[in-house]
């Protein structure tokens, strides 16, 4: 059984640019979520997909945008990059059986810094 | 919101200490409460949880009771190794999200 892949692992990135992260989730999965872990911090919920729509978001601008596969894989993008972007981005996975989602499973993260 | 407090570290134990890691939390419900490790350059794995109100999670020698009277669900384990140095984070889930504490970095010395 694959786990939870992210890409890439780290990158680097200038103020104002674009950038995007992808995450594959694990077999069986059909739900992805996306936190964000500042340094020294908790991770923050960003948003979550399911069936290819946002199923909730955090308390993040619109600038922050995702997408969701029929494989369910999912992308996150954030554009006009800010210095406090510079983050670990956790993606997770977990299957929603109609009765509510069970346990999440996160992938080891892309380190994005933004200079 | 709801939300998880957890005590601030770092920890820093000898070989064979016990731990604890206080954890309590402020929600309108009745969440799912968990505990994750992070360990250096890596992801978040589970390694215990309690869906109700008295149950006990355990795993690897670690235990945590939900005890809806405290609003805590402190992370307990009689005899630490090196091998536990890690991060360590307290989580209770608001509907579809998981809402987690700052962290809390354990420190074991051989």
């Known amino acids: 059984e694959t786990g939870v892949t992210q890409s890439p692992t780290h990158l680097i990135k200038t103020r104002g640019q674009q950038v995007t992260l992808r995450c594959s989730s694990q077999?069986?999965?059909?739900?992805v979520s996306w936190y964000q872990q500042a340094l020294g911090q908790g991770p923050q919920f960003i948003f979550q997909?399911?069936?290819?729509?946002?199923?909730g978001r955090g308390n993040f601008p619109p600038r922050f945008s995702g997408l969701q596969f029929p494989n369910y894989s999912s992308e996150l993008n954030v554009n006009a990059l800010e210095l406090d972007d510079s983050a670990l981005y956790l993606c997770?996975?977990?299957?929603?059986?109609?009765?509510?989602?069970?346990?999440?499973?996160f992938g080891p993260g892309t380190r994005l810094t933004v200079l | 919101g709801d939300s998880v407090t957890q005590m601030e570290g770092p920890v820093t134990l000898s070989e064979e200490a016990f731990l604890t890691i206080n954890c309590t939390y402020t929600?309108?419900?009745?969440?799912?409460l968990f505990w994750y490790v992070q360990y250096p350059g890596e992801g978040l794995q589970l390694l215990l949880k309690?869906?109700?109100?008295?149950d006990k999670g355990s795993n690897k020698g670690f235990e945590a009771t939900y005890r809806k009277e405290t609003t805590s669900f402190h992370l307990e384990k009689g005899s630490v190794q090196v091998s536990d140095s890690a991060v360590y984070f307290c989580?209770?889930?608001?509907?579809?999200?998981?809402?987690f504490g700052a962290g809390t970095i354990l420190r074991v010395k051989s």
């Open positions: 997909y399911y069936r290819e729509e946002e199923n």
């Open positions: 077999s069986g999965h059909n739900t």
């Open positions: 929600a309108t419900g009745y969440p799912s």
């Open positions: 989580a209770l889930n608001d509907g579809n999200k998981l809402v």
């Open positions: 997770a996975s977990s299957r929603f059986d109609g009765q509510g989602h069970n346990e999440q499973f």
């Open positions: 309690a869906t109700k109100a008295d």
